[in-house]
C-alpha cells in the first residue's frame, strides 16, 4: 500500500511536469492553467516559461521526495489562487457561454489541480515534526488539506451531470470497439456522481475512491492513450494532456482512498 502511495505522489508530479513541458514546447499556458486571455505582452514568454520551470521544480521535489508536503501545499495554492482570480472571472466576465456547463471544463481541472497539492501534503500523515520557524504560508495553506478532497469531487460531480447534460457528445469518446456507448456514457455520469458525493460527506470513503482511482485509470489506459497517440498535436497537444491529467486524477483519487491521515486510521 505504502508503494501505492508513494505511486500516487509521483502521478501527481509527472501530471504537473508534462502540463508545464507543454506550456514550453508551445510558448503559451495550457487552459488548464490560465484561461485564455490575451497574453501577448512584450515578455509574456518569458513569463510562460518562468512558471513553468517553477511548476517543474515543484513536481520534481514531489518525485523526488524532497521538501515534497510543502511545495505541493504551495502548489496546491497557486492552483487555487489562479482558480480564484483568472479561471472564475473569466468565465464569469469574458466567457459569454458561461451558463453551460461544458465551457468549465479547463476551470474544474485547476480545481482539481489544487485540491491534488492538498492531497498530496496530506498524505504525509506520518511525516513528522513540525519545521522550526515554519513559514506562516506553509501553517495556513496546512488548514486547507481536509478541503482537497472536497475541490476534487467537486469537479468530479459536475464532470458527472456533464455527462447526462451532453450525453452525445460523451457518447463519442467511447472507443470504437466497445458496444453500448450511450450505456457507457450514462454509468460512467452517474459514477462520477455517486463517488464524488460519498467522498464529500465521507460516505465508503475507501470503497468510492479507490473504484473512482480504477474506473479513471482504466480510462487512461483504453481512452485517453490511444486518443493522444492518433491526435499528439491537435490543439496545442490537448489530447497529450488529458492523458497526464488522467493519469494525475487517477492518483489523486487513491490518495483520498489510502494517503489521508483520516483514512489510514479509519
Aim: charged content about 10%; aromatic content about 14%; hydrophobic content about 55%.
Amino acid at each position: 500500500m505504502e508503494r501505492l502511495i508513494k505511486a500516487s505522489r509521483i502521478s501527481y508530479g509527472i501530471m504537473i511536469a508534462a502540463l508545464a513541458v507543454q506550456q514550453i514546447i508551445y510558448t503559451s499556458f495550457r487552459p488548464v492553467i490560465l484561461p485564455p486571455w490575451n497574453l501577448s505582452f512584450a515578455g509574456s514568454a518569458i513569463f510562460v516559461y518562468l512558471l513553468s520551470i517553477l511548476f517543474i521544480a515543484g513536481a520534481i521535489a514531489i518525485i523526488f521526495n524532497k521538501r515534497a508536503k510543502e511545495v505541493s501545499l504551495i502548489l496546491g495554492g497557486i492552483f487555487l489562487l489562479l482558480f480564484i482570480f483568472c479561471q472564475l472571472p473569466y468565465e464569469l466576465i469574458a466567457d459569454a457561454n458561461y451558463k453551460h456547463l461544458g465551457v468549465w471544463t479547463s476551470p474544474l481541472k485547476e480545481l482539481v489541480l489544487a485540491g491534488g497539492g492538498f492531497i498530496v501534503a496530506g498524505s504525509f500523515w506520518a511525516a513528522p515534526k513540525k519545521i522550526q520557524n515554519e513559514p506562516a504560508v506553509i501553517g495556513l495553506l496546512e488548514k486547507l488539506i481536509p478541503f482537497g478532497g472536497i475541490f476534487f469531487s467537486i469537479t468530479m460531480v459536475i464532470f458527472g451531470i456533464d455527462h447526462f447534460l451532453y450525453p452525445e457528445f460523451v457518447a463519442t469518446l467511447v472507443p470504437d470497439w466497445i458496444p453500448g456507448h450511450l450505456f457507457w456514457t450514462y454509468f460512467a455520469g452517474v459514477a462520477l456522481i455517486g463517488s464524488g458525493v460519498a467522498i464529500i460527506i465521507n460516505v465508503k470513503l475507501k470503497l468510492s475512491a479507490t473504484l473512482l482511482a480504477l474506473m479513471i485509470f482504466i480510462w487512461f489506459i483504453i481512452l485517453h492513450i490511444p486518443r493522444g497517440i492518433a491526435d499528439p498535436n491537435g490543439l496545442q497537444g490537448n489530447e497529450v494532456s488529458s492523458v497526464f491529467e488522467a493519469f494525475g486524477f487517477s492518483g489523486i483519487a487513491y490518495l483520498i482512498a489510502y494517503g489521508q491521515v483520516s483514512s489510514r486510521k479509519s
